[in-house]
């Protein structure tokens, strides 16, 4: 198989912590890139509208996450590491979930593997983009 870039999209959660690692074992074996794509969930896009929630501090956490893998990544593999975050939903796009973002997102950077979360319950954003990606992807897709 021959993979150039991964995709791990996550939100922040231990399971897509879990998921990451994984996508950087894939990069590692493969001599591939890998490119986190944060998947921000409705629920949270819209308490930072209605400003129960700190932008601030959401970022905050977002760096501190991407960074805590952007280093494992260099610990073990000396590839490119890109990030990028997406909203998971659209008030405007009646067909933009979760699953299409990650479709789309693996088309825009020419990803070669996604590596791809199935949080229990499927109550986060990236979880519930788990079945979709698997059907639809015209890549090979690992879940955990």
Known sequence: MDIDLVLA??????QSERAAEYAIAVAER????LHLLFVIDE????????????ATAVAEQHRAFTESIRERFRDVHDGTFETSSATAFSETRLMQTPGSVVLDVA?????DFIVVPREEGGEEAVGRAAIY????ASQPVLTV
């Open 107 to 111: 088309e825009d950077v020419d990803a």
């Open 43 to 54: 629920r949270l896009h819209q308490d930072i509208d209605s400003g129960d929630v700190s």
């Open 30 to 33: 493969y001599d591939a890139d």
């Open 9 to 14: 999209p996550v939100d922040g959660s231990d």
């Open 133 to 136: 990606v698997i059907e639809y």
